[in-house]
């Protein structure tokens, strides 16, 4: 919905008023509105009430917009963004695979909360056998309503023994901007392509099966840091550690998918674990031990 800005003020950070109405401001508004304003989110959250609400009211009469764009959940903001954000909402996204004729008993695995969705579908008539593992190859599609992401597209590997998923960047992976209403008539082309990228990741897979690591503890904690893993994916990653532990690249990027796993972790971070494990396999050929 497009509110006007003359419309807006603040009595502090956690609430916004447009016009005679006070609405909660959720955490990713909260980081919206901050950064709209040019204002340091951590000076407001240490401020009192009636400083916030000066900064705030004073900062939001220079907004150059005339109107932003506030997504709603009931009577709480979700996240506020320019008129130009023409949002992709879950839902559409969700409708679009179902028009494009998947068998009606196609299992999917799915992380999603109020910031983020990712969806991975596997195809189980590609599924295939490297050494002693079988894998499934597929599609992974993410969003976020509320602006984490862009909508993205990419190739997706299940390993059946565990169901542990990875998400593999490939040459046709795409990410859209939401700021396209053409951004879904992309998606029938798009995973048109990824599955037809089969044959690179098998070769992927075999790779990193036969790439042996002499030391996975200072692998895994020299990844962690090379893809700045927040705390709870770290927690996530010691988790998994003692269940994927071996000697090989695959044994590495298996531990970063079955942390994808960890009961805690928020949508976004199984769905960047995921990522990690794919980004991984795609650089075995390069990896030295």
Not at 44 to 67: G, M
Request: glycine share 4%; proline share 4%.
């Amino acid at each position: 919905m497009n509110i006007k800005t003359k419309d807006i003020s603040f009595d502090n950070f956690d609430t916004i008023r447009i016009g005679s109405d006070t609405h909660h401001l959720k955490p990713i508004a909260q980081q919206s509105i901050a950064y709209r304003l040019g204002i340091p989110i951590q000076y407001l959250k240490k401020c009192p009430d009636d400083i916030q609400a000066v900064n705030l009211n004073h900062w939001i009469r220079y907004e150059k917009n005339e109107e932003l764009f506030f997504r709603f959940d009931s009577n709480k903001v979700r996240a506020i963004f320019t008129p130009r954000y023409i949002p992709t909402d879950n839902m559409e996204v969700l409708r679009k695979l179902e028009s494009l004729n998947y068998p009606p008993d196609t299992r999917v695995q799915c992380n999603l909360d109020d910031e983020f969705m990712s969806l991975s579908i596997p195809d189980g008539r590609q599924t295939f056998n490297i050494y002693r593992e079988r894998i499934t190859p597929g599609i992974s599609v993410s969003n976020s309503e509320v602006g984490l992401a862009s909508l993205s597209i990419a190739a997706f590997l299940l390993r059946l023994v565990c169901t542990n998923g990875m998400i593999s960047k490939t040459q046709v992976s795409a990410s859209y901007r939401h700021i396209s209403a053409k951004i879904l008539s992309s998606l029938p082309g798009v995973l048109k392509n990824v599955s037809e990228e089969l044959i690179s990741q098998k070769e992927q897979v075999k790779l990193s099966l036969e790439s042996r690591v002499e030391n996975p503890e200072n692998s895994i904690n020299s990844f962690n840091s090379q893809f700045m893993l927040n705390k709870i994916e770290k927690e996530a990653v010691i988790w998994a550690l003692p269940m994927e532990y071996g000697f090989n690249m695959f044994n590495i990027v298996n531990v970063y998918t079955k942390a994808a796993q960890y009961k805690a972790l928020p949508a976004e971070s199984s769905f960047r674990l995921e990522k990690v494990g794919g980004t991984i396999l795609g650089m075995v050929r390069y990896t030295v031990n």
